[in-house]
């Protein structure tokens, strides 16, 4: 492959991802100095030209968000006022994303206002992954590509358990459901939804089990693990209905508060995460995580972009 034209920046959040996806495509991220003044604000300088090159940026969405953010738009912008041919930013997860819609008086649509932002910084391009509603996809006025950790999720669930026809892909609530009948339709599985109802934001007030998981390996699949309150309370609604264990994959592990000491103590037999977010510190405190790695999908991702190939084969294979 020829890499001449392709240029990878990286923020301070998850430089360890963006260091996997450059050996996959066998090129250097390139250098940038990210600092901060006295006052607490960010200045960045991007140590190569980018003069008419094809630009990736890689952000996150997840630890200091706010900081990262302004990392991201701030390298953007800089690359813009620099003539990059084409500016594509990469994030993993897309920050903000729960805040999708207008669910009460006053609230606001802050997810639409990221992709403002976005744009207005000088993105010509989105790239994502699972995102937590897909039309987030229409707040943009640029192409976006929302990949998918599914194919990923199921040569994890393919290559770990014993039987997979012992398997049962769990929702924990209703807005999973389609992700979750998706992965078990392709492992021929059973499957099981749990409905949850919340008090409030991060807090699970009740949950009821649809479906027959006695004697059954029991895989939850959700696109976030924030404070795991959802996780821990699921794992032992399938406990009391008969499972024989419960595993958890998710796409995007936040790991708030005291989410490890949750799954430490819980009836969770693993946490398994993609790595999106960084997770080293999450791993360090809590020995049921695991990662998955999906580097090889955004280097694909950014190879057939750049040379103007579709993207839709990853959206259902793991790139060899």
Known sequence: MSSGCIRVLAGTGNVELARIICER???????????????????????VSVRGHDVFVVGSGSGAINDNLMELLILINACRYASARRITALLP??????????????????????????TVAGADHIITMD???????????VPVDNLYAEPAIVHYIQ????????????????????????????????????????????????MALIGEVKGQDCVIVDDMAD????????????????????????????????ATEKIN????????VTNTCNNAVAMSKCDKISEINVAPIFAEAIRRTHNGESVSYLFRHVPL
Do not use: W
Request: hydrophobic share 40%.
């Open 25 to 47: 495509l066998g090129i250097d991220v390139e250098p940038c100095t990210v600092r901060k003044f006295a006052n607490e604000e960010t200045a960045v300088e991007i140590g």
């Open 93 to 118: 997860l897309f920050p903000y994303a729960r805040q999708d819609k207008k669910d009460k008086s006053r609230a606001p649509i802050t997810a639409k206002l990221v992709a403002n932002m976005l």
């Open 131 to 141: 995102l937590h509603a897909s039309q987030i996809q229409g707040f943009f006025d």
């Open 159 to 206: 290559s770990n358990f014993d039987s997979v026809d012992n398997v049962c892909i769990v929702s924990p609530d209703a807005g999973g459901a389609k992700r979750c009948t998706s992965i078990a339709d392709h492992l021929k599985t059973d499957f099981a939804i749990i409905h949850k109802e919340r008090k409030k934001a991060n807090e699970v007030s009740s």
């Open 227 to 258: 404070t795991c309150g959802t996780l821990v309370k699921a794992a032992e609604k399938l406990m009391e209905g008969g499972a024989k264990s419960v595993t958890a994959i998710v796409t995007h592990g936040l790991f708030s508060r005291d």
């Open 265 to 272: 103590n819980s009836k969770l037999k693993a946490v398994v």
